[in-house]
């Protein structure tokens, strides 16, 4: 600053208020600054003006591998509610297969830059390793199941979806299922709405091969899987915890001769992967939206009043999205 004030000619006192947009800067004065600001290439320190004014604006975002779309479309509107309310994302988006390890090293990086609040928008990370952050600002845990009374929670509603899809399932017509459930490790929410949904299909009588997948387990090994059970005629529908594996499965299924819906019905989860009504693949879709802005609004009234909120946990339910590819028995 005190660079910008020698070339411009002017005060840094100048220089802040030209910085902060305050209209008591003579115009002339103005485009010296702003010029001189372009010739040298400053870039104001935010981290200096959040401390300046007591307070900070940005907010530590960790968040899953942005390849999977529902991710990136939680990334994006998160980043856009943000925007709306004046605040600062710093996003940490750690490697996708390296586990809670480094999701929990790249929190602790989100808290040296001096966040004012953490969304931790990860299906991996524990609640009890992220609670020791409670105690020094506030935490969000966004798009993930929550049941602890120490961490605000903004989710979907994995019960209700997978209950939603079981019957959905059921009311086809369905009585043999295979259905697919995530390790613990790789996701929480997948691990929830898998073992949901495998409950309420046997409550409704129907017998079901549930398929544990290990940790980060390659596509084609689950794939390979559930093509075998088709095979056999073991199953007359799958179940997926997310359009991706879904997709994996069909596109693998129909190149050697397994016709969808005909052989085998498919349903999956998160709905918003681009061209699935093309594909004619039914799915559930999560209320990304919602959750994003709701997280925002929740994150920002913690930082500005704390302790003024009664820690809760909400969550939305999604919408089911039937297509050809879950057909009658």
């Known amino acids: 600053m005190a660079d910008v004030a020698r070339e411009a000619g002017v005060s840094r006192a100048t220089v802040s208020r030209v910085l902060s947009g305050s209209v008591d800067v003579a ?6 600054v702003l010029a001189a ?3 040298l290439g400053y870039v104001p320190s935010s981290g200096a003006q959040q401390l300046a004014a007591g307070r900070t604006r940005s907010i530590g975002l960790l968040i899953r591998d942005s390849r999977n779309p529902t991710y990136g479309l939680l990334h994006a509107e998160v980043q856009r509610w943000a925007e709306e309310a004046g605040l600062e994302i710093i996003t940490a988006m750690p490697t996708h297969h390296r586990g809670a390890p480094q999701e929990m090293a790249a929190l602790r990086r989100l808290l040296g830059m001096r966040v004012g609040g953490l969304l931790v928008a990860t299906g991996v990370v524990r609640t009890s390793d992220i609670k020791q952050f409670t105690s020094v600002l506030p935490v969000v845990s966004v798009g993930r199941p929550e049941n602890d009374p120490e961490v605000y929670g903004v989710s979907y509603d994995e019960v209700d979806n997978a209950t939603q899809l079981a019957r959905a ?3 086809h017509g369905h009585r043999r299922v295979a259905v697919m459930s995530t390790s613990t490790e790789n996701s929480l929410a997948e691990n929830l709405r898998g073992d949901t949904s495998a409950a309420v299909l046997r409550e409704l009588g129907c017998e ?3 398929i544990d997948t290990r940790r980060f387990a390659p596509l084609s090994e689950i794939t390979a899987t559930m093509i075998d059970l088709v095979r056999a005629g073991k199953v007359s529908a799958v179940m997926f915890s997310n359009d991706l594996w879904m997709l994996d499965f069909v596109t693998h299924a129909r190149r050697i001769g397994i016709r969808v819906p005909r052989d085998v019905s498919v349903i999956g989860c998160d709905g918003v992967l681009h061209g699935l009504p093309y594909m004619d693949l039914a799915s559930l879709r999560l209320p990304v939206e919602v959750v994003a802005r709701r997280s925002i609004d929740v994150i920002s009234q913690l930082m500005e009043t704390p302790g003024s909120m009664e820690i809760v946990h909400e969550t939305y339910g999604g919408e089911l999205q039937l297509a050809d590819s879950l057909g009658h028995v």
Do not use: G
């Open 27 to 32: 115009p002339e004065r103005r485009d010296r």
């Open 37 to 39: 600001i372009q010739e």
């Open 169 to 171: 399932v059921y009311e």
């Open 208 to 210: 079901v091969t549930k």
